[in-house]
């Protein structure tokens, strides 16, 4: 057995802290249990696969105002049958509103950190952190959280993630 037999969303999710947010996807879940899924599967995994860069494709263009226009895009499919994974997850992270910077990236003791900065019109900026023994995944683990804040944004009525 592994941790893909596993259903993470019938047994982790309860757990998980509840956010009450009307939007639902396909399959019954909302869109802040989907986040947080997958993020709680990037955790658990040694290496960033296709199906989890598809998977947050597939939940983040469910969000309103995140996905702008023609998304994901035709490079971004490109790279992805390139299984150019990390220049993919980047590719994500510039391609979707707010706009993200990758502030820092860097390699200690097995571990990336990634930080992703958000500077909003006016003062005031954002850094959104993850740590992973994978690169892609350190990415894309920073995009779901400012993606995750974003949403938390939208649910409370800001319309954009707070300063």
């Known amino acids: 057995m592994s941790l ?8 982790i999710l309860p757990a998980l802290r509840k956010v009450d947010v009307d939007q639902e996807l396909t399959g019954g879940e909302t869109v802040a249990q989907a986040l947080d899924a997958l993020m709680l599967r990037l955790t658990a995994v040694r290496r960033l696969r296709e199906h989890h860069v598809w998977e947050a ?3 983040i263009a469910d969000m ?3 996905a702008a226009g023609e998304w994901p895009s035709r490079r971004f499919r490109e790279l992805m049958a ?3 994974l990390v220049d ?3 590719h994500l992270t510039s391609a979707t509103e707010p706009k993200l910077c990758l502030r820092t990236l860097s390699h ?3 571990l990336w950190t990634c930080a992703l900065r958000y500077q909003p ?3 005031g900026r954002i850094t959104f952190k993850a740590r992973h023994a994978d690169l892609a995944a ?5 995009f779901l959280r400012s993606c995750r804040g974003h949403q938390l944004a939208a649910a409370a009525g800001r319309g954009q993630l707070p300063t």
Do not use: M, W, Y
């Open 64 to 66: 309103p105002d995140l």
């Open 121 to 123: 019109p006016g003062a």
């Open 4 to 11: 893909q037999d596993l259903n993470i969303r019938r047994h």
């Open 138 to 142: 350190a990415i894309l683990g920073a």
């Open 108 to 110: 200690e003791f097995g």
């Open 82 to 84: 390139a299984d150019a």
């Open 57 to 59: 494709v597939r939940v």
């Open 88 to 90: 993919a997850v980047i």
